[in-house]
C-alpha cells in the first residue's frame, strides 16, 4: 500500500465506490456502488486490475495532486484515459463536460475499509469516510508497474457520447403497473421527461407534465435501483444506488439494468423518453 494522491478539492460527490453491497437491502442498507458500472470496469480494466476494485468516483469540480510517480485511469464523462502521472501533477474534473461521473483507477485498486465485503461510501447511510481536503489516497498494486516503457497515454475503446439526449430507455412493467389508469401510462410514455437539478446518487427526478398516481395509499414494500415511484406531485422519481430500500410510492416501470449506466450518465436538463421492453 503506498499513498499516490493528495485532495486538493474534494469537488461534488466525490468518493470511493466499487460494486456495492447486494444482498443487504433486506436489513435496510442501500446497494450503493458505482453509478456506471461500465465505466467503472473500463477504468480498471485499462490497469489490468480486477474488475471489482475500488475506484475514484467524481461528480465533478474534484482536484487531486499527484505526491507518487504512478499509473493512472480515467473513464466515464471524462473519456478513457490511462497515462504514468507524474509527482506534482495536477488531475481535475471540470464541471462542464458531456456526461456526468468520472472514475479514476490505481493499480491493484484504491485502499479503502470494507463494510459488509464493500468499500464503497455511502454518505445517506453513513457508511465509510468522506474525502476531505488533504485526504491521501492509497493504491495496493505497485504504482509505477502497470503501463508499458515509454506509454503515455491509450484509448482502448470508444465510449458513449453523453452529449446527446437520452432517447427510449427500456423499462419493464413496475409492480403497480395496472393501478396506473390508461391517461397516465399513456402520459408516462408520450413525453419527453427532463432531468431535474435535485438528482443525486440516491434518484434522479424527473420534470415533465404530470401523471397521476394511482389513488389511495400503498403499503410500503421493496424498492429495487431503477424502480420508477410515481409521488403524489406526479413527477417521477428514479431509485439509484443509494436510494431507499423500502417506499409507499407506486411504481409505474422498472428501467432495464442494461439502461442503468445510460441513465447515470445524463446531465440535468437533458430529456428522457421511455419505451417498453420488448415482448412486454
Same mark, same amino acid.
Given at each position: 500500500?503506498?499513498?499516490?494522491?493528495?485532495?486538493?478539492?474534494?469537488?461534488?460527490?466525490? +468518493?470511493?465506490?466499487?460494486?456495492? /453491497?447486494?444482498?443487504? #437491502?433486506?436489513?435496510? @442498507?442501500?446497494?450503493?456502488? !458505482?453509478?456506471?458500472?461500465?465505466?467503472?470496469?473500463?477504468?480498471? /480494466?485499462?490497469?489490468?486490475?480486477?474488475?471489482?476494485?475500488?475506484?475514484?468516483?467524481?461528480?465533478?469540480? !474534484?482536484?487531486?495532486?499527484? =505526491?507518487?510517480?504512478?499509473?493512472?485511469?480515467?473513464?466515464?464523462?471524462?473519456?478513457?484515459?490511462?497515462?504514468?502521472?507524474?509527482?506534482?501533477?495536477?488531475?481535475?474534473?471540470?464541471? +462542464?463536460?458531456?456526461?456526468?461521473?468520472? $472514475?479514476?483507477?490505481?493499480?491493484?485498486? =484504491?485502499?479503502?475499509?470494507?463494510?459488509?465485503? +464493500? !468499500?464503497?461510501?455511502?454518505?445517506?447511510?453513513?457508511?465509510?469516510?468522506?474525502?476531505?481536503?488533504?485526504?491521501? @489516497?492509497?493504491?495496493?498494486?505497485?504504482? !509505477?508497474?502497470?503501463?508499458?516503457?515509454?506509454?503515455?497515454? /491509450?484509448?482502448? =475503446?470508444?465510449?458513449?457520447? $453523453? +452529449?446527446?439526449?437520452?432517447?427510449?430507455?427500456?423499462?419493464?412493467?413496475?409492480?403497480?403497473?395496472?393501478?396506473?389508469?390508461?391517461?397516465?401510462?399513456?402520459?408516462?410514455?408520450?413525453?419527453?421527461?427532463?432531468?431535474?437539478?435535485?438528482?443525486?446518487?440516491?434518484?434522479?427526478?424527473?420534470?415533465?407534465?404530470? @401523471?397521476?398516481?394511482?389513488?389511495?395509499?400503498?403499503?410500503?414494500?421493496?424498492? /429495487?435501483?431503477?424502480?420508477?415511484?410515481?409521488?403524489?406531485?406526479?413527477?417521477?422519481?428514479?431509485?439509484?444506488?443509494?436510494?431507499?430500500?423500502?417506499?409507499?410510492?407506486?411504481?409505474?416501470?422498472?428501467?432495464?439494468?442494461?439502461?442503468?449506466?445510460?441513465?447515470?450518465?445524463? #446531465?440535468?436538463?437533458?430529456?428522457?423518453?421511455?419505451?417498453?421492453?420488448?415482448?412486454?
Amino acid at each position: 500500500m503506498r499513498e499516490v494522491l493528495e485532495v486538493n478539492s474534494p469537488g461534488l460527490l466525490t +468518493s470511493i465506490q466499487d460494486g456495492g /453491497r447486494p444482498g443487504w #437491502r433486506r436489513f435496510g @442498507i442501500p446497494p450503493g456502488g !458505482a453509478m456506471d458500472r461500465g465505466a467503472w470496469h473500463t477504468a480498471n /480494466r485499462m490497469l489490468h486490475n480486477a474488475l471489482d476494485c475500488p475506484v475514484l468516483e467524481c461528480l465533478q469540480g !474534484a482536484s487531486l495532486r499527484v =505526491i507518487e510517480e504512478t499509473a493512472v485511469a480515467t473513464s466515464g464523462a471524462w473519456g478513457a484515459l490511462a497515462w504514468t502521472a507524474r509527482p506534482g501533477e495536477i488531475i481535475e474534473f471540470p464541471p +462542464s463536460l458531456a456526461g456526468v461521473w468520472h $472514475y479514476l483507477a490505481l493499480p491493484g485498486g =484504491i485502499e479503502a475499509a470494507h463494510f459488509l465485503g +464493500s !468499500a464503497s461510501v455511502c454518505a445517506r447511510a453513513q457508511i465509510g469516510t468522506a474525502l476531505v481536503k488533504g485526504s491521501r @489516497i492509497a493504491c495496493l498494486g505497485n504504482p !509505477a508497474s502497470t503501463l508499458p516503457a515509454n506509454v503515455k497515454c /491509450r484509448h482502448p =475503446i470508444q465510449l458513449e457520447d $453523453y +452529449s446527446d439526449a437520452v432517447d427510449a430507455m427500456r423499462v419493464w412493467p413496475g409492480p403497480q403497473w395496472q393501478a396506473f389508469d390508461e391517461a397516465a401510462r399513456r402520459a408516462f410514455f408520450g413525453q419527453v421527461w427532463h432531468v431535474s437539478s435535485h438528482s443525486d446518487r440516491t434518484g434522479y427526478r424527473l420534470e415533465g407534465a404530470p @401523471i397521476a398516481p394511482p389513488p389511495g395509499e400503498l403499503v410500503s414494500e421493496p424498492v /429495487r435501483v431503477g424502480s420508477v415511484q410515481v409521488p403524489p406531485n406526479g413527477q417521477p422519481v428514479v431509485t439509484l444506488h443509494d436510494g431507499p430500500t423500502v417506499g409507499g410510492y407506486a411504481k409505474i416501470a422498472l428501467v432495464d439494468p442494461a439502461d442503468l449506466d445510460r441513465l447515470a450518465q445524463t #446531465r440535468p436538463g437533458q430529456s428522457v423518453r421511455f419505451t417498453k421492453i420488448p415482448g412486454w
